[in-house]
């Protein structure tokens, strides 16, 4: 059962907007079996640039019945129905202040069909609600006002439903009020991440990299993330589509990664501190640092080189790392190489690695 309408409103700050008129048509799939309608008096002014959009102005509400008043029946003929809207988050947020202020929880699942249109329709030129009726041919009357613009919703639904032949993208756009969606996604990506060492990246819905973290196990790191309700947190979590991620094997080279790639993309919710570059030289200039790879059989190695990080690799055979040209063939070169030398020295200071093997100067090095 879906309850479809539309609000008008006063207009104004966010969440500040009070209603001024609703239209609420409750339609089984085939027709409407149920509707209401009513103008609202939002015991507040209304923005000048409202008025002239809808033609609904202050003197039309002064009778009109105040929220509290239809909350009951809004909430009556929305029961067990999902919320249908043209902008749904929209209507949806308006009705949740409104309830709010009465100190009632009010909780439906929704479907936008600017969504599903843009999903069954994505040739229409544009998909707001006046444009993509005319484009389908669905005739409006009284734009701008609840009931009008709610009518034309529930012929542009009826015609959404008809073209999803396969009845599985009306579904799949369902918003549920108890995040189900959010928490499906989570767990499929958290079933992705191994239980390993290494570095993880937050991707929001365009690809792009916003948070970088690191851990001893990627899974346990990324759970906690989902867990946190600090503000940064929230703000990552609402943004999240996909978690990609790189092993490391070691904790050496998760440092050293997290903060060369934190260099590199500067992601947007990462607070990146400038760590205080050092200007002592190694105990030796030339030397490879092999510690734990991501396998059993493999090494990862740094490679230093009078004095500079040159780069990292992976090695699982021991020629590779006694055989220079080789192994300088497999090195990934790092940027900041400062900021390795700081990062490296810090960590051999106060942790131990597999070897360190000391290289003659004669090994053209």
Do not use: W
């Given at each position: 059962?879906y309850?479809?309408l539309?609000i ?8 500040e907007e009070?209603i001024?008129e609703i239209a609420?048509?409750?339609f089984?799939?085939?027709q409407i079996?149920?509707q ?13 640039f409202?008025?002239k959009?809808?033609?609904i102005n202050?003197k039309?509400l002064r009778n009109a019945p ?10 009556e ?7 249908i809207?043209?902008n749904?988050a929209?209507?949806?947020?308006i ?6 202020r ?10 936008c069909t600017v ?12 998909h ?7 484009f389908?041919g ?6 701008h006002?609840?009931?009008g613009?709610a009518l034309a919703?529930?012929q542009?639904?009826?015609?959404l439903l008809?073209k ?6 009306v579904?799949?756009s ?5 995040n ?6 989570y767990?499929?990506?958290l079933e992705?991440?191994?239980?390993t060492?290494?570095?993880f990246y937050v ?9 970088i973290?690191r ?20 703000k990552i979590?609402?943004?999240i ?11 050496l080279?998760t440092r050293?990664?997290y903060?060369e ?9 990462n607070?990146i501190?400038k ?12 030397l ?7 396998i059993?059989e493999?090494?990862?190695v740094?490679?230093?080189e009078?004095?500079?990080?040159i780069?990292?690799?992976?090695t ?5 790392e006694?055989q220079m ?8 070169p790092?940027?900041?190489k400062?900021l ?8 051999l200071?106060?942790n131990k690695v597999s070897?360190?093997?000391?290289l003659?100067v004669e090994?053209?090095?």
């Open positions: 059962m309850a479809i539309d008008e409103t006063t207009g104004g700050k966010f969440n009070g001024t609420i048509h409750k089984d799939g085939h079996i149920d209401f309608i009513s103008l609202v008096n939002p015991e507040k002014e209304i923005q000048e409202v008025v959009l809808t033609g202050n039309m105040k929220f509290h008043e239809v909350a009951k029946r809004i909430v003929i929305t029961k067990d129905c999902t919320i809207a043209h749904a929209f209507d949806y947020r009705l949740g202040t409104e309830y709010r009465l100190g009632y929880d009010y909780k439906r699942n929704t479907i969504v599903v249109s843009k999903k069954l329709i994505p040739e229409a030129p544009s707001s609600l006046g444009k993509l009726c005319r389908v669905i005739p409006m009357s009284d734009r006002r609840a009931n613009d919703t529930v542009l639904f009826k015609l008809e999803d032949v396969d009845k599985e993208i579904q799949q369902i918003k549920y009020h108890d189900r969606q959010e928490k499906q996604r767990v499929k990506i992705k991440l191994p239980e060492q290494g570095v991707h929001n819905q365009e690809g792009n990299i916003i948070f973290g851990g001893k196990n990627l899974k346990q790191e990324v759970n906690k993330l989902f867990l946190k309700d600090t503000s940064k947190a929230q979590i609402k943004r589509n996909d978690v990609s991620y790189e092993e490391t094997g070691n904790l080279f050293l990664k903060h790639e934190l260099e590199k993309l500067n992601p947007k919710f607070i501190r760590k205080k570059i050092t200007d002592k030289n190694f105990n030796h200039d030339n490879l640092i092999i510690d734990k790879g991501r059993p493999e090494h990862a740094i490679l230093v009078n004095n500079e990080v780069g990292y690799t992976y699982n055979l021991a020629f590779q006694n040209a080789i192994l300088k063939s497999m090195i990934t790092i940027e900041n400062e390795a030398k700081t990062i490296i020295k810090n960590y200071l106060k070897k360190i093997v000391r003659q090994n053209n090095l």
